[in-house]
């Protein structure tokens, strides 16, 4: 990605503050998702190799963990809409991912693992709702993927350098696990800084400070207020969430193959690079032509990525996997946010994006089961062929809303 390319899109009419609050929270995602990766991208072969943990467990671990995360958003970010404020959420959830990271290098056994997984995911699912939101509110309706796409770009950059950093902590210190989880700290302390010193929203930029609304509070039976293209965005999007099991699968496969444990975390930046890369662009496009097309075409990348991985035994072949995956993460990851936005009462958009997140935490939780299951049993090309299969059921849902409402063609 070049430079050009890197630079915040902003609309005429954005305030500086805007401008600024919304790269301070893009580099704040830059420095957790470096923090995260710098974990999770060892993770599975931590558990496979030093506590002896077998595939099943892995995949029971990665559903539950991201459920619960999944779970968290729904609270949080409905929370924020009652407290008509988004930063004091992100403060607790980025409190906790900055303490909970390197007890990782005290794990003696997979339950600890577990323990520890399931409170970083809990914060992440506090942070996440409430921050998605913001973005919105901080946005044009006509930036909304250009801005998500930003956001989703640094994020995904974020991957690179953590999983960049794992393996040269790695190859360095003759495999030392513990060591890299205990040096995990230092972006997820820099995120919080970045919090405390460059994020600071204007009150009056949340919608539920517009004099339009009048009511005192938000209440769970607003939910009767979305439309019907947002619940059918919702069963398309949980379909989709089927078919994308945790990417500790993605390692798994790499390593079935015959890429070293030192090497493993290459599979995530090669896969991050190419989103990154993307991100921006497919935004753009997205913004000015028909995000509803840039869906579809994600779909078909999905599909495409997910039945290749099924099929190829060789170091090369999952490369080309894994690059497949990481352009429709780039296609689809800040443009469901942005369809979101788009299709929700401004009023009810932390309650808006709880809901995506608890339909992806159910959604998840299943896939992983099963993805754990099929690989168990009948190994992970299995697992890939599952995920192709609800990629095209989450197309034909999007293709049947848009026959029954043609609102959704034109988003």
């Known amino acids: 990605m070049n430079a050009k390319n890197m630079n915040m899109p902003t609309a005429k009419n954005h305030s500086k503050s805007d401008h600024k609050n919304i790269q301070g929270i893009a580099w704040m995602s830059f420095f957790w998702s470096m923090s995260t990766l710098m974990v999770f991208s060892l993770l599975p072969a931590f558990l496979v190799d030093e506590l002896k943990t077998g595939h099943h467990d892995i995949g029971l671990i990665e559903g539950i963990a991201i459920s619960s995360s999944f779970l968290a958003k729904f609270f949080s970010g409905f929370l924020s809409d009652v407290m008509r404020k988004r930063k004091p959420l992100i403060l607790l959830g980025a409190?906790?991912?900055?303490?909970?990271?390197?007890?990782?290098?005290?794990?003696?056994?997979?339950?600890?693992?577990?323990?520890?997984?399931?409170?970083?995911?809990?914060?992440?699912?506090?942070?996440?709702?409430?921050?998605?939101?913001?973005?919105?509110?901080?946005s044009e309706r006509g930036f909304y993927?250009?801005?998500?796409g930003f956001r989703e770009a640094l994020y995904t950059l974020g991957q690179v350098v953590g999983a960049l950093a794992a393996m040269l902590l790695m190859l360095s210190s003759n495999n030392n696990y513990r060591l890299v989880f205990a040096l995990s700290a230092i972006p997820a302390s820099l995120a919080l800084l970045i919090l405390f010193l460059w994020i600071k929203p204007n009150p009056n930029s949340h919608p539920r400070a517009d004099t339009r609304y009048h009511r005192k509070k938000v209440e769970l039976t607003d939910i009767k207020e979305f439309s019907p293209i947002f619940w059918w965005l919702m069963l398309a999007f949980f379909f989709l969430m089927l078919g994308r099991f945790s990417e500790a699968f993605l390692t798994l496969?790499?390593?079935?193959?015959?890429?070293?444990?030192?090497?493993?975390?290459?599979?995530i930046i090669v896969m991050d690079l190419v989103h990154a890369g993307v991100a921006i662009p497919c935004g753009k496009y997205a913004d000015k032509i028909s995000r509803s097309m840039m869906l579809s075409a994600g779909l078909v990348l999905m599909f495409t990525a997910q039945a290749f991985l099924s099929y190829v035994s060789s170091i090369a072949g999952t490369i080309i996997g894994v690059i497949l995956v990481g352009l429709h993460m780039g296609a689809t990851q800040g443009l469901l946010k942005a369809m979101i936005a788009q299709a929700t009462p401004a009023k009810l958009r932390g309650t808006a994006y709880s809901l995506f997140f608890v339909i992806s935490g159910v959604a998840l939780f299943l896939a992983n089961t099963i993805a754990g299951n099929l690989s168990h049993r009948f190994g992970l090309s299995a697992t890939f062929l599952m995920g192709s299969f609800f990629s095209i059921f989450a197309a034909g849902v999007i293709y049947i809303a848009s026959l029954r409402r043609p609102a959704i063609k034109s988003m």
Request: glycine share 6%; hydrophobic share 50%.
């Open 145 to 148: 993927a250009t801005n998500f």
């Open 95 to 138: 409190a906790l991912t900055a303490m909970v990271k390197p007890i990782f290098a005290l794990s003696t056994t997979t339950g600890m693992v577990f323990g520890l997984r399931f409170i970083d995911r809990l914060s992440k699912g506090i942070r996440s709702a409430p921050t998605d939101a913001l973005i919105a509110d901080l």
């Open 253 to 267: 496969k790499a390593k079935e193959v015959g890429w070293s444990v030192a090497y493993l975390p290459m599979m």
